[in-house]
């Protein structure tokens, strides 16, 4: 699996989890390490599980007998027929559970062989498509690889982000209110000891006859 369409750097061992988007696009590369320059290689059947098991049921089907069945596969150019390279966008099936493994079965073929599964081409109509013969010449290996998991939108980090400064607000407004309490304090205790060190007055008392 690769991050994008240059099939540059594909994802290593240490990088799964990998979080995808959903309805972005996926690539994969599939192919075979040999000296023999006449094998080839196609993808069979690919499908996604839950679980590692590769014979769990439940299940997300892409390509069916060397086929797409998801309107999203798209194929890509290859540097050699020991290689195969498609693309599909990250499906809902991956939505709908905390972790999702990807399993492929290919066929490995002699390239001189016109008649091999692998130099066949996929029929245009899906009843074609379904008509298909389930008879597989050639090796057939398993894959697999995950897991992925569902990305986080970026407006729910920004919606989380949005809270934490809310939910910070209420402390910060106590400890202006802390410092407005003390500053009226000091003002106060201020003008509590001038009243005390200034000097008593006397009042004038009106004067008049005692009645």
Do not use: W
């Not at 059947?45 to 596969?73: H, M, W």
């Not at 390239?111 to 066949?120: I, M, V």
């Amino acid at each position: 699996m690769f991050p994008d369409k240059r099939f540059v750097s594909p994802y290593m061992k240490d990088d799964f989890p990998v979080a995808v988007v959903l309805r972005k696009l996926l690539f994969f590369e599939v192919s075979v390490a040999s000296g023999d320059k006449q094998l080839s290689i196609k993808a069979d059947r690919c499908y996604a599980t839950p679980t590692q098991d590769q014979n769990n049921s439940l299940r997300y089907e892409f390509i069916r007998k060397g086929c797409p069945n998801d309107e999203t596969v798209k194929y890509h150019s290859a540097p050699s027929i020991s290689a195969q390279r498609f693309s599909l966008e990250a499906f809902k099936f991956i939505a709908k559970h905390p972790f999702v493994f990807v399993h492929c079965h290919v066929i490995i073929c002699n390239s001189t062989d016109p008649g091999s599964k692998c130099a066949k081409k996929c029929p245009s109509s899906g009843r074609g498509r379904r008509e298909a013969s389930d008879h597989v010449t050639g090796d057939v290996y398993s894959l697999a690889q995950g897991p992925l998991l569902l990305a986080r939108e970026k407006r729910e980090e920004k919606r989380g982000n949005v809270l934490d400064k809310s939910g910070s607000s209420p402390t910060l407004l106590m400890a202006l209110f802390v410092m407005c309490v003390a500053c009226l304090a000091g003002t106060a205790l201020m003008v509590f000891k001038k009243s005390r060190d200034k000097p008593a007055g006397y009042a004038v008392l009106a004067s008049g006859d005692p009645k």
